[in-house]
């Protein structure tokens, strides 16, 4: 309760977070910095203030490419489970009251409460509170080993072109950057015009 609440002062602040944050209070050491990271992540899972996307570029700078990728998999998996888990024990009463902040989760996982599966995987590539939609998925009983692989799933088209482009984000007039920048912001694009078309008919 102690680390919940300074957690919970600490929002203005890790709100605002940036990469150059991250990367000032990170140690040189790799393992070191995979779990500075690692802890980043759980703490996003409570406060949900973070933004994702500095975490991606901040894992593609301090990391090579393939190894960025996987720690920030591992990081989201962690972030994932303990959202899933607060849901299960807070239960459906509690998590459908604090989704009434976000009414656009609330009609999405409503619109698609039949098929948890596709809900799930849409939900990670949607801009969907990641933790809320988590918390969600936990207190509605969905198999945790499924809900995982379609949360990892969806996050892959908008998680990869960014870490990968953290590793260049120095030269960003480089083909490095521009090609998954581009890819990343056009998937985004794609699937939020699809969004906005389903939220219509909701």
């Not at 995982?148 to 030269?171: E, R």
Request: hydrophobic letters at 55%; proline letters at 6%; aromatic letters at 10%.
């Amino acid at each position: 309760m102690l680390l919940l609440c300074l957690a919970l002062l600490a929002v203005p602040r890790l709100s605002s977070l940036t990469v150059s944050d991250i990367l000032s209070h990170t140690p040189k050491s790799l393992l070191l910095a995979a779990l500075v990271l690692l802890c980043v992540y759980c703490l996003k899972s409570v406060v949900m203030v973070i933004p994702i996307v500095v975490l991606y570029i901040s894992a593609g700078i301090l990391f090579p490419p393939v190894w960025g990728v996987l720690i920030t998999y591992i990081c989201a998996l962690c972030e994932a489970g303990i959202g899933y888990w607060i849901g299960r024990q807070m239960g459906r009463d509690k998590v459908r009251e604090m989704m009434k902040k976000s009414p656009r989760a609330a009609r999405f996982l409503s619109f698609n409460k039949r098929n948890y599966h596709t809900a799930c995987f849409l939900a990670r590539i949607l801009p969907i509170p990641f933790d809320l939609v988590s918390m969600f998925f936990g207190a509605s009983g969905m198999n945790f080993g499924r809900y995982l692989a379609f949360s990892l799933l969806g996050l892959s088209p908008g998680m990869i072109p960014w870490v990968i482009t953290g590793g260049t984000i120095q030269n960003p007039m480089s083909k490095e950057f521009l090609v998954p920048f581009g890819i990343s912001i056009a998937i985004m694009a794609g699937v939020f015009a699809v969004f906005r078309g389903i939220e219509k008919t909701m």
